[in-house]
């Protein structure tokens, strides 16, 4: 997503439910394993991260729940599903890009599931003046805006209007969040259409 | 010697001989069909991070990947106590005009010997294995230590007595390692190289370093060749790494995991563009030898021996090893015992740096791809 690039590989589903859980796994559904990776040349210093990172594991957790509800898990009882996502370079939209990665690679590995799941972020910029009304929303920041601005990032399920992600980690007034969110999902519809383009192209490919 | 510890190739004995069999043979027929000098196709990309001074991306036939990305940052140096007091000129200032040849030789004798080893930093992450596992950290070794061996590298990264360069070099392998992903990771690591820019000094001498905040103004890591001026035969670049494998009496380059396997001897050669006009092209810089994972392999038990197949398996410990000695005559698959002959290694290393050789083909090959890129 502009200058934000991801890469995500995705393994399985494959044997075995993370290290020999016995029996207290909540019931025959596949678990999904969601692994983030920051490259040290992906920031604008070089810095590397541990992947024991508080705001990786939230990210991996949040990627993690998301997915579990999406994927048609009681298909593959008692296995695994691995997501590996390596960040190559950030320029705002971390998650949202994440979240778009995996469901591209999930559904190039035949993982299946009922509909994409499209992310993007959304901010309020500043009113001009104390209008309340006048606030403009923003779709899809860069590095720089994400710094300055409260944004949120919003999953959603398809075209549709349900959200399954919503990350906020700035200070808003509330009455700025419905236009915050309903940008998000428009831009999510857009982004919905965007990937299906590139999988029906992918796959024109492949049949040629 | 470096240890392998790739994802065993699952072969049985059988199969192990039938490949050390058919490599055996002159020429050798390897199980893709390749000449011993023909490499396997390969997707390579460079400059693809907006974010990093240098990046590449390469892709292998077997599915294997990998990224790296170089990143530069200014660090102040420490004080060391110089010979001389000779006016310091360096790349980066743009003192020295890249395309004329006395000024090309100038800038590395003025420059020679102020690089110091601790400015390159390499970290290597390979799916699977933590950070201080030992093939993270002998991949990491093998690479470094080609890097600096020819010492124009850290040359380059000489800003001025307080300040200099830390280059930072991350690999990153996608996927799980297969086969031995040394060259892989050394072919991708030359190519991020060759894309890596710094930004061009503005500031004099001992001063603060100030630099232009014209990107396009960078400066190439490693110059390009002046297609204007073909007098210049010595073209610096950043060395690369091949491995090379010996079963019999058949060299054989760019092995897969299979031949790995049976491989008798496997070495890993570093070689970079020689930067005088001598006869050979290309300098050597370090040959590793790797142990190779055809010890690991399970040998096999001919019929004679096995109480299965009607034979009779031997009774005591000298029985065996006496039985054993005589396997390898009769085309059972034994893991391979010994050493490597002195006269192979001369004659790799031969094949490698000669005029025409394998490594100026290499080394051509990727230079094409940053030019088109």
Redesign the interface.
């Known amino acids: 997503m502009g200058n934000t690039k991801v890469i995500c590989t995705v393994a399985g589903p494959s044997e075995g439910r993370g290290p020999n859980r016995g029996g207290a796994g909540a019931g025959n559904e596949a678990k999904v394993d969601v692994e983030i990776g920051f490259a040290g040349f992906s920031g604008v210093e070089r810095k590397r991260r541990g992947r024991a990172d508080k705001r990786t594991a939230e990210m991996a957790h949040t990627l993690t729940t998301s997915f579990s509800s999406l994927l048609l898990t009681h298909i593959y009882p008692h296995s695994t599903i691995s997501i590996s996502l390596h960040i190559l370079s950030q320029d705002g939209s971390l998650l949202a890009a994440c979240i778009n990665a995996a469901t591209l690679a999930l559904i190039d590995a035949g993982v299946p599931m009922t509909d994409y799941l499209v992310a993007c972020t959304a901010a309020s910029s500043p009113a001009t003046s104390s209008d309340e009304g006048s606030a403009d929303p923003l779709l899809d920041l860069n590095g720089l805006e994400e710094q300055e601005l409260p944004f949120l990032t919003v999953g959603t399920v398809g075209a549709s209007e349900k959200v399954s992600v919503l990350i906020m980690e700035t200070r808003i007034k509330v009455d700025r969040l419905e236009g915050m969110l309903a940008v998000g999902v428009e831009g999510c519809k857009q982004m919905r259409e965007l990937l299906d383009g590139v999988v029906r192209e992918y796959g024109k490919k492949k049949v040629i | 010697m470096a240890p392998i510890q790739t994802a065993q190739v699952l072969l049985s004995p059988a199969e192990l001989s039938y490949l050390h069999s058919s490599l055996s043979l002159s020429p050798p027929i390897r199980p893709d069909g390749r000449t011993p000098t023909q490499f396997r196709l390969l997707v390579a990309e460079s400059d ?5 001074n240098g ?1 590449a991306r390469v892709c292998f036939a077997d599915g294997t990947e990998a ?1 790296v ?3 530069a ?1 200014v660090e102040k140096s420490q004080w060391r106590p110089t010979a001389g007091e000779q006016r310091r000129l360096s790349v980066a200032a743009g003192d020295i005009v890249m395309d004329d040849d006395e000024g090309e030789s100038g800038d590395a004798s003025k420059t020679k010997g102020m690089g110091q080893d601790s400015w390159v930093e390499m ?1 290597i ?1 390979i ?1 699977g294995f933590r950070d201080d596992d030992a093939l993270p950290i002998f991949l990491s070794a093998m690479l470094t230590e080609a890097l600096l061996a020819s010492g124009e590298l850290k040359d380059r990264l000489y800003i001025n007595r307080r300040f200099h360069w830390k280059l ?1 070099i ?1 690999i ?1 392998l ?2 799980p390692p297969l086969s031995y992903p040394l060259p892989l990771l050394s072919l991708t690591t030359h190519l991020a190289l060759l894309s890596a820019r710094l930004p061009a000094l503005k500031s004099e001498q001992d001063e603060d370093p100030l630099f232009d905040d014209d990107w396009a103004a960078s400066i190439s890591l490693f110059p390009r060749s002046n297609p204007n001026n073909p007098s210049r035969t010595h073209i610096k670049k950043p060395p690369v790494t091949l491995l090379v494998i010996a079963v019999g009496q058949n060299i054989i380059f760019d092995p897969s995991k299979e031949e790995l396997a049976v491989a008798e001897a496997v070495l890993a050669v570093s070689c970079a563009a020689s930067h005088t006009s001598s006869a050979n092209p290309v300098r050597l810089l370090s040959i590793r030898t790797i142990d190779p994972p055809s010890r690991l392999t399970p040998p096999g038990i001919p019929n004679s021996m096995n109480s299965a197949t009607g034979g009779s398996a031997p009774v005591s410990s000298t029985d065996a090893m006496a039985q054993r000695e005589a396997l390898n005559l009769s085309g059972v698959w034994t893991p391979r015992r010994g050493g490597i002959k002195r006269g192979l290694v001369g004659r790799v290393l031969k094949m490698v740096v000669e005029k025409g050789g394998v490594a100026e083909e290499v080394l051509e090959a990727l230079e094409k791809v940053e030019v088109d890129g």
Do not use: C, N, R
């Open positions: 693809i991070l907006p974010s990093a990046s990224i990305g170089v990143k940052e970290s992450e799916p930072y991350d990153l996608l996927s």
